[in-house]
């Protein structure tokens, strides 16, 4: 079991992800998760808070990132890559973009799915976590 502060210290936020780059965006809920934005940030503690995401599947993305970004997975039978674009994911999980570039932004040890379970994403502006009163932030 992850390391993790004591008491219910954790914070709730909502980003809209309407209109803003992928990788920006990212980056900044990574920052969150893993609890950098703190003054009691140590690495080895699991002190991040909840971010929910609206509008998670109206991003943007620069140049010709919709047709030419794969995404690879391998089944582990022989010859058993797997890819896919960003288009083509966009159009199946709509959700799974943002939820890859997280992902891949926290650190790579047994907090990160600690981390990445506080990750709440929907496609419209309604949310179903209002009884936990979340902080609208600008990023």
Known sequence: MPKQIKGNDRKWYIVDAKGQT???LATKIAVILKGKNKVDYAPHVDNGDYVIVINADKFKVTGKKMSDKIYYRHTGYLWGLKKISLEDLLAKKPLK???FAVSWM???NKLRKSMISRLKLFTGSEHTFAAQKPE???L
């Open 22 to 24: 992928l990788g920006r």
């Open 97 to 99: 973009a943002i939820e």
């Open 106 to 108: 926290l650190p790579k």
């Open 136 to 138: 609208v932030i600008k």
